[in-house]
């Protein structure tokens, strides 16, 4: 008889694009997919090692699926993607009721290791591959609306920034064959689907075989269909060159929004990080974003608390927040992460206290900036891709425009997957509300 297989995702966008090729090829092997965590015979988890909490929430969760195997005892438990990838055999020696260990470059390998289980074997594959991209395989998509989805074009990371694990676990950069990431798309377009987000960890990168770089790629893409909307993530500072703005600013389908994460305001603290820009090089970015594309949101990641980092370092990153006004940001707090150049090399000599009170006064500059941010999309009239029913009633829908403001409204007549024209009567700080006007 067929397994069935239910699978928890954690951490990035990118995780969630792993699940649905792992969904893929279990399925063409002959499993059956449940979102009933009570009728299936394998559990997988899809894990993130980015931060250790993080990896706690995970073994918070395995400790629960481990109490579920007490009273179902062919239960299968899978430990998938960058824990499986960071602690290897680790997690089998050091617990008997998990069963499979994958990393993130061999889901090819999960039919053949799962068949290998049963009479309490354990199996593992964390091999990392210089090639694989899962180019062939069709993704069995996540989203409930059908409308936007993840692809993507480009797997880990050789920037090896001092405080991140990423390159470990994910291993090193390589990009995807546009021809596979168009036909993709164009399959995707087949299906109904609105929107897409490119992936990768430094989009800016991406290169195919030195034909196809990352604005050829985007405006590739953008041509196929003028309707359809495209959005990426992430972009890298000293990598993200105007040719990708120019192109932005050249294809209406092209959302204008990026993602380019900073880390810290202080060059002293971004050379620590080895991030190899400048707080002025990141500037001078920002004023090519502002100048090339004038309605272009702007969102970013921040560290509170790394290596070193003195209060006049945290202060340079409060006064960037405050110059630059972010529409949005991820806001962390440093967490030493096992065999990285920060863990080997430099001193995790910010106490507890004093990372969190400095990442509650960036998240509460933050906050002010995105409230007085929003205000200024009040009385315009932006066009939104219909996503979904709003959080609050049944009679609301929500979705984003083109600057990814998520703006709910009252549904009208429209439909999900809609295109409509919604004018902002007021504004929070994390959401837009109008109504649709003609
Ligand atoms: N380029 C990647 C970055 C992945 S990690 C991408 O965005 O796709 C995402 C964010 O997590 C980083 O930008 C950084 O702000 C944060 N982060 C990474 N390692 C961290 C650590 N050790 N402690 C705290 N935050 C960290
Ligand atoms: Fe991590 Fe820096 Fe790459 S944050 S994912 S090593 S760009």
Redesign the pocket.
Known sequence: MSKKFYIETYG?Q?NVSDTELVISILKSSGFIFTKNIDETDIIFVNTCS??ANAETRVFGRLEFFKHKKKTKKHLLIGVLGCMAERLKNKLLEEDKLIDLVVGPDAYRDLPKLISNLGNGQQAINVLLSREETYADISPIRLSENKITAFVSIMRG?N?M?S????PFVRGRERSRDFNSILKEIKDLIKNGYKEVTL????VDKYNWKNEVNFSQLLEMVAKINSKFRIRF??S?PQDMTDEVLKVMKKYDNICKYI?L?V?SGSSEVLKNMRRGYTREIYLDRIKAIKKIIPDCAIST???AGFCGETEENHKETLNLITKLEFDFS?M??????PN?Y?HKYLKDDITKEIKSRRLTEIIDLQNAISKKNNQKYENKIFEVLVEGFSKKSKDYFFGRNSQNKVIVFKKESSKIGDFVNVFIEHSSIATLIGKIVN
């Open positions: 990035c990118m980015v931060r990371c920037n920034c405080f991140c694990i990423v992936l990768g960890q430094n993530s992430t890298y993602h994460p880390q990641d921040l560290i991820y962390f707090k440093y967490s030493e992460r990285t920060a």
